[in-house]
Structures are given as C-alpha cells and as structure tokens.
C-alpha cells in the first residue's frame, strides 16, 4: 500500500496514512483518461450554434421571374442558398453533446488520474481544512507555507466555507468537494491538496 505524510496548515507533518493500492497505487490507464476527459468536455458544451434555413430567413416567397424565356438560370426563391442573405443549407443546429458513459470506466478514469498524481508527488493530504476565517490572506498565508506548483486543485468532503470564499480570489487556484472530483479537474490542475477526511471519501466510494 502507497503512503503519504498527513500535513496541518502550518506545513507540520502531523502524521502518515496508508492509501488503497486500487484508488492511488493503481496502474495508469490512459485510454480510460482519454475518454473521461472527452466525455467530460462533451458535456460542458452548449450546443446552442445554430443557422437559419432557407424557411427562416427573411424574404419573398414570389418567384423573382418566369420560368422560361429571360435567358437567365432559372430560380424560384430569393431565399434559396445560392443567393447572398439566402438560407444556409447543412449548418449546424442546437443539439445536445453529451452522452453517456459507464460509471465503472468513470471510477477507473478517476483512480487513474488520482494514482498518477501519487506516482508524481503531486499530492498533498492535509489534515483538515480549519481555516479561522474566510479572508483570502488566511488562505494565502497557507498557500505560500505548503508552495505548491499553480495551478492547484482543493478538494474537501463538504462546501467548506471559509475555504471557498477564501480561495476563490486567488488566481490558478480551484475547490471541488470530493463527490464532485473528476478525472479532468486533477489532469487540469498540476497540484492537488486534499484534506484527510476527503481521501477516506473518495477511497471508500472508489472500492466499491
């Protein structure tokens, strides 16, 4: 089993803890990273674009001339797509991006991503996150005693206010509650800190 130093906010270690061989220790799969960071960004995609067809656009429905005798190509609408302002044949339209994809190749995207952190020492566990308020210069303070390489990803087993408020001013600097934690926010993010009580989260919900 991989172990890590368990640290307080003063930068003190304050103890160690045995991590799960099948949530951080596990073998890096990179296919399955692939497609959760795909899936992943699939679903944050509006899907709004959309052009307007030749029933939409603005103009006459008359027939501009008489089919035969003027010479000239025949045409029956101002709207068609072979005309400037005209319909726009094939554009894209509003849809929806996302799709689904087995929790199990989700849960072994997240080991993976959560293994590869630990295999690079880009992993902090911290004991807990007892900021004393939620003035962005009390999280500074902590920030700048553990020097973690930008951006950094803090993650906790609950909405924790004072570390919400007090990290959200401070640039490359992100929180994602342990339920919410996916394999494109730790691959986005070069370091991780992550609070004791969100690793026992995470491996109890990931060995299932």
């Not at 400037?84 to 799709?99: I, K, L, V």
């Not at 939620?134 to 500074?140: L, P």
Request: aromatic content about 6%; overall charge positive.
């Amino acid at each position: 089993m991989p172990k890590v130093d368990v640290w307080n906010l003063n930068h003190e270690k304050v103890g160690e803890l045995e991590l799960a061989d099948e949530v951080f220790g596990a073998d890096v799969n990179r296919s399955l990273l692939y497609e959760a960071v795909r899936y992943y960004l699939a679903r944050q995609r509006a899907g709004t674009h959309a052009t307007k067809t030749r029933g939409e656009v603005k103009g006459s429905g008359r027939k501009l001339w008489r089919q035969k005798g003027t010479g000239r190509a025949r045409v029956g609408s101002i709207r068609s797509s072979l005309w400037r302002h005209g319909g726009t044949t094939h554009g894209p339209q509003p849809r929806d991006y996302s799709y689904r994809l087995p929790k199990k190749m989700l849960r072994g995207a997240l080991c993976s991503a959560l293994s590869a952190k630990m295999a690079e020492n880009k992993l902090t566990v911290v004991a807990a996150f007892d900021l004393p308020s939620h003035k962005t210069g009390e999280f500074a303070g902590v920030l700048e005693r553990f020097q973690p390489h930008r951006p950094v990803l803090l993650v906790d087993t609950t909405e924790n206010r004072n570390l919400v408020l007090g990290s959200r001013n401070v640039e490359d600097v992100e929180f994602r509650p342990a339920r919410r934690v996916n394999a494109y926010d730790l691959l986005r993010h070069e370091h991780v800190l992550i609070s004791q009580p969100a690793v026992m989260g995470l491996e109890e919900a990931l060995r299932k």
